[in-house]
């Protein structure tokens, strides 16, 4: 087993996406998230999974989960687990974050938390 790092702790903002990771070596991916949210910057926010040939890409999702305050996941979650069959050579994290629409003159403010995914792969089922 090794340790596998897709977006290490820190502050996000809005949408973005994490740098390739190979995971090659590995018939299974096992990753959790941990979210951290000012809850009144941050109402919304998915989460994908992508995967390709490359650390630069072409990119296709593997996986996605979207989250509504006030139905924030338990710290370490979700848990994603995919296999050897679902990736290419490197995986990569992506998020999209909305605060929502303001009243006054239509703004969508920032949204704003700390999100971290983490995890092992393994070099075969067990």
Not at 54 to 80: K, L
């Amino acid at each position: 087993m090794s340790a596998i790092v897709l977006l290490a702790s820190g502050a996000r903002a809005d949408r973005g996406f994490g740098v390739g990771v190979s995971v090659a070596a590995h018939a299974i991916v096992r990753l959790t998230c941990t979210l951290l949210a000012t809850l009144s910057k941050c109402p919304q926010l998915t989460i994908a999974i992508d995967t390709g040939p490359t650390a630069q890409g072409p990119w296709r999702e593997v996986h996605t989960a979207s989250f509504t305050t006030p139905h924030w996941p338990a710290a370490g979650e979700p848990r994603i687990q995919l296999g050897a069959a679902d990736l290419d050579e490197f995986i990569r994290a992506r998020w999209d974050g909305h605060a929502g629409t303001a009243n006054l003159g239509h703004v969508t403010p920032s949204a704003d938390f700390d999100l971290t995914i983490s995890g092992i792969g393994t070099p075969d089922a067990a």
